[in-house]
């Protein structure tokens, strides 16, 4: 654990953002309970000093990958809980206009990419960003979340060989939380150690304590600084652990109540509230200020959802393609124009 | 107007779009070095360089992720698969990402990438080099799928393809790339949407694609001879499926015969069929007849391959059948 916390307003901005997920997760499970969230709902209680401690260092030249289990890392990277929240709630408003759920938060304007649910896709993804910011000399780097379990996936192997390889501006970002949905680690992996995995690829690696903030935040600041000085990938395992049930169908037979229990002492919420109190920081009646402001947001972003319209039944086959065979080619829609930026 | 091979008109179509789109780049397995598992892309490495011309490792679906990554990241990539049996190992990233995103993303999403594989049997390369899976493809909505018969479409159609906002497939038969014709020295982009008819007759309607094309035309030179005049529509593009082309040549021939290479059970020839029994069933005055691969692995030995596949004898017999000749 980091000795000195650094400014008050990093610290006050880390807690708040992680008392966000946490509300907003909360009230994702409530919603669910209530039947107006369908499908499947994975939800990121624990694990929040990842998405907070890392997104915070990304720029908007910076591209983001992520998983079915995004929340967090789409508001840590500035996605409004409104736009999350309708569209979990299958609204027009939502970030993918209802269609994409839960498992599909996408907002090109932020180079969030997703909310992609099959484990391990998101790698080649990733490389592939981080390729074409290559190409173009942005000077943009790809972060790419995945879970343990996605290091099963040729996927992973793939991935790593390539950006190694190629030597691609990409940071892997492993959420190591023990479990691949209820398989744990040791039940499915011969070798558990993914640092040393990326390594044997020439991927520079790093253990990193995933429950705690600040661990988080100085090893993402020095494997960014890397990735900016030599375009090289960089891979961190951030160990961690999930609160919840894997999704909303879970009865975790799998683990003990006991573990979790363990674990729940090492929340990273609670970890950087304690210090930063006792640091003098911040006071007990501010957090509480805080969470009020969070409890509003909150309500006001189910409200906002739940007033939220339905897309028109009409436009169900609407941006399947860009354009219908016979009709004019519509201006592609590609975030990123390349313009005169690469020119090889 | 030159003699060229249809291998040289893929090639001139790459150099044409390496050329206008400075943002376009080639990749696949053994596409620089070696010259091309099919010696498409010889001489491009030398001429564009390795960024732009970018040997990959045996990793389809990395390689094919990260094309599509590359694509939504703004560049504009044209991946080699080098045979349509490799492209099973990219499944995943054609199917749930190329495919959904724009859709899923609620339209804010696009992969506009092209991806290039060879097709098809005749070479006795056997059960995991020679299979038709453009049909399997043709399944399912998102992405749009080619198939240049000809010298014009495989110098044509990879520009066009490269101007498409979305995920293009195009399938090259191995058996097509040693054809010769002529190839205008002028010849550009060319229309995706519509399919061609590629001889006009009046008997019977025979639909088909990729190198099949040349064996039905073939067959109608023998038809000719018979008495029957047939007519041989090109689909060019197995998605989306040009309706208007195949109902209209149906209305006025009411006799349709499907050749496909690809297996009969669940195949694009299936869907043709059904499209003209659903839209134009009184205009049939026989009962639609197709000609595809019996269904077994592509075998080896020449003479079992050969009973394998669709024939001009087969597409004869076909439409003769259709015509109660």
């Known amino acids: 654990m980091s000795a000195v916390l650094p400014p008050r307003e990093r610290v006050v901005a880390w807690l708040t953002m992680m008392m966000r997920i946490r509300s907003l997760e909360a009230a994702c499970a409530e919603l669910y309970g209530a039947g107006k969230i369908r499908g499947f709902l994975h939800l990121y209680d624990g694990e929040e000093a990842v998405a907070v401690g890392a997104v915070a260092h990304l720029g908007a030249e910076d591209a983001m990958v992520a998983t079915y289990r995004e929340h967090g890392h789409a508001l840590a990277r500035g996605m409004s809980m409104r736009s999350i929240l309708a569209e979990m709630l299958g609204r027009a408003e939502g970030c993918s206009k209802g269609r994409g759920g839960s498992m599909h938060l996408f907002d090109v304007s932020k180079r969030f990419y997703g909310g992609l649910a099959i484990v391990g896709a998101g790698l080649p993804i990733a490389t592939g960003l981080a390729l074409a910011d290559k190409l ?16 099963a996936e040729g996927s992973f192997h793939e991935s790593m060989n390539l950006a190694a390889l190629w030597e691609l501006p990409v940071l892997f970002l492993c959420e190591n939380n023990l479990y691949a949905m209820g398989t744990a680690l040791s039940r499915s992996e011969a070798v558990t150690d993914f640092v040393a995995k990326a390594r044997a690829y020439g991927v520079a690696a790093e253990l990193v304590d995933g429950m705690d903030v600040l661990e988080v935040d100085a090893a993402v600041a020095q494997a960014l600084a890397a990735i900016r000085a030599t375009g090289r990938p960089y891979f961190l395992e951030c160990q961690t652990y999930r609160f919840r049930a894997h999704s909303m169908f879970d009865a975790q037979l799998y683990r003990s109540k006991t573990e979790v229990e363990e674990w ?51 436009e169900l086959t609407k941006d399947v393609y860009a354009h219908t065979p016979g009709t004019p080619l519509r201006t592609p829609p590609a975030g990123r124009e390349g313009g005169d930026a690469w020119r090889p | 107007m030159a003699t060229v091979t249809y291998r040289e008109a893929v090639k001139r179509g790459l150099r044409a ?27 491009l490495l030398a001429e564009f360089g390795p960024e732009r011309i970018r040997d990959c490792p045996l990793a389809e679906n990395g390689f094919v992720g990260a094309g599509i990554g590359a694509a939504l990241g703004g560049v504009r990539p044209i991946v080699e698969v080098m045979t349509c049996n490799f492209s099973l190992l990219a499944l995943d990233q054609i199917v749930n ?18 991806i290039r594989m060879a097709t098809g049997a005749g070479r006795q390369l056997a059960a995991q080099h020679s299979h038709s899976f453009e049909g399997w493809f043709a399944h399912i909505p998102g992405i749009r799928v080619l198939a240049p018969a000809t010298l014009e479409d495989a110098r044509g159609m990879l520009p066009a393809a490269l101007a498409e906002p979305d995920p293009v497939l195009i399938f090259e038969h191995i058996n097509l ?3 010769e014709g002529e190839l205008a020295d002028d010849a550009g982009a060319v229309d995706l949407d519509r399919a061609l008819i590629r001889r006009p007759g009046t008997d019977a309607t025979i639909v088909t694609y990729g190198a099949s094309v040349w ?42 015969v499907v050749v496909d290479e690809g297996w009969r059970s669940g195949s694009i020839s299936a869907e043709i069929v059904a499209r003209v029994v659903e839209a134009a ?29 669709p024939s001009v004898a087969g597409i004869v017999e076909a439409a003769l059948e259709v015509c109660h000749a």
């Open chain 2, 215 to 256: 064996k039905a035309l073939e067959a109608a030179r023998a038809l000719e001879e018979q008495g029957v005049s047939a007519e041989v529509v090109d689909l060019r593009t197995l998605r989306p499926l040009d309706d208007q082309t195949i109902l209209s040549s149906v209305a006025r021939t009411h006799r349709l």
């Open chain 2, 177 to 179: 790339y040693a054809m």
């Open chain 2, 17 to 43: 779009a390496l050329m206008s789109e400075p943002r376009a780049f080639l990749m696949g397995e053994d596409v620089g070095a070696y010259g091309g598992c099919y010696a498409v892309s010889k001489g």
């Open chain 2, 97 to 114: 990402n190329a495919a959904t995103l724009r859709h899923m993303s609620g339209g804010q999403l696009s992969v506009p990438i092209v």
């Open chain 1, 264 to 314: 729940k002492k090492r929340d990273p919420i609670v970890g950087l509230r304690e210090r930063a109190i006792a640091a003098g920081l911040i006071g007990a009646d501010e957090v509480t200020t805080i969470q009020q402001r969070i409890d509003d947001e909150v309500r006001d972003a189910i409200a906002f959802a739940e007033r939220g319209t339905l897309e028109p039944v009409e």
């Open chain 1, 136 to 151: 173009q000399k942005t000077g943009g780097v790809t972060a790419c979340f995945f879970g343990e379990g996605a290091a």
């Open chain 2, 281 to 309: 069933f009184d205009e049939l005055d026989h009962e639609p007849v197709r000609v595809c691969s019996a269904e077994v692995p592509i075998p080896y030995a020449k003479h079992l391959e050969d009973a394998a596949l």
